[in-house]
C-alpha cells in the first residue's frame, strides 16, 4: 500500500493563480481531511469529508474548495492565491467504526509558497 | 470547546536525558480518543499513541511512555534516554469517538535532542 499520496511535493504561486493539490489515498478509507500548517504552528483543518460525495468545511476553509467524487481522490483547489496561503499542506485519512475512529495517516505534504 | 494546550514550545534536552512533554486537553464529550503524532524534521506526521478516554493505563513502548490521567485532564509523553533522532516536533490530539471524527491538534512541542 502506497497509504497517502499528495502531488505536488513542492509549488511556487503568483498571487492570483489558481492550483489544485491532488490527494489519494489506497485504503478505503472514508474519511478524508486537508490540514494546513504555517511555519512553527499546530495544524489547521481546512475541509473534511466523510465519504464520496460528502464535504464540510473546518476551521479554515475561506479561500479553498474541494469535492470528493470517489472514495480514493479528495482534491484541494486554490482559487485565487494569495500570499497568506503560503503553507504546507497535509491530506490525511482514516477509517471509522461503530467502535470509533481511528488514527488519521497523513500524506507527505505539499510546499506551497505564494508570491 | 474543546482544545488541547502543549504549553512548551521547546524543549532542549542533551542526549540520554529523560524528557517530558506535557498535553493537557479540554473537551465536555464523556468519550473521546487522544493521540500524539511526531513530525520529524523531514517534515511526515508519524503517528504514535491512541488512547480511549475509558483507558486510563498508562502505555510503555521501548523509550517512549505514555501517562494519562483523566482527573488532570492530561496525556503526557515521556521520552527515556533520549537520543539525537528524537529531534522533532511532537503533537498532541483529540478526537471525539463519534461523528466526524476530527482532530484538535495542539500547537505542537519542539525537542531537541543534543549530542
Known amino acids: 500500500n502506497a497509504g497517502v499520496t499528495q502531488t505536488p511535493k513542492f509549488r511556487i504561486l503568483k498571487i492570483g493563480q489558481s492550483m489544485t493539490l491532488q490527494c489519494t489515498q489506497d485504503m478505503n478509507h472514508n474519511y478524508m481531511y486537508w490540514y494546513r500548517q504555517d511555519p512553527g504552528m499546530g495544524l489547521k483543518l481546512i475541509y473534511y469529508s466523510v465519504g464520496a460525495g460528502i464535504t464540510d468545511k473546518g476551521e479554515v476553509p475561506n479561500g479553498y474548495n474541494v469535492s470528493r467524487s470517489t472514495t480514493e481522490d479528495f482534491p484541494l483547489r486554490l482559487e485565487l492565491a494569495a500570499p497568506s496561503q503560503t503553507s504546507v499542506y497535509f491530506c490525511?485519512?482514516?477509517?471509522?467504526?461503530?467502535?470509533?475512529?481511528?488514527?488519521?495517516?497523513f500524506g507527505p505534504g505539499t510546499r506551497l509558497t505564494v508570491l | 470547546a474543546q482544545k488541547v494546550t502543549q504549553a512548551q514550545t521547546e524543549i532542549s534536552v542533551v542526549e540520554k536525558e529523560d524528557v517530558t512533554l506535557d498535553c493537557v486537553y479540554e473537551t465536555r464529550d464523556t468519550t473521546y480518543y487522544l493521540f500524539w503524532y511526531k513530525q520529524p524534521p523531514s517534515g511526515e506526521l508519524v503517528f504514535l499513541i491512541r488512547?480511549?478516554?475509558?483507558?486510563?493505563q498508562n502505555e510503555i513502548s521501548g523509550r517512549y511512555s505514555w501517562n494519562f490521567q483523566k482527573s488532570t485532564s492530561s496525556f503526557n509523553f515521556t521520552i527515556t534516554a533520549s537520543q539525537v533522532v528524537d529531534s522533532a516536533v511532537y503533537f498532541c490530539?483529540?478526537?471525539?469517538?463519534?461523528?466526524?471524527?476530527?482532530?484538535?491538534f495542539g500547537t505542537g512541542t519542539r525537542l531537541k535532542v543534543l549530542a
Open positions: 488512547r480511549n478516554s475509558f483507558d486510563e
Open positions: 490525511a485519512s482514516s477509517y471509522s467504526s461503530l467502535a470509533g475512529g481511528s488514527e488519521q495517516f
Open positions: 490530539a483529540l478526537s471525539p469517538t463519534s461523528g466526524t471524527y476530527k482532530y484538535i
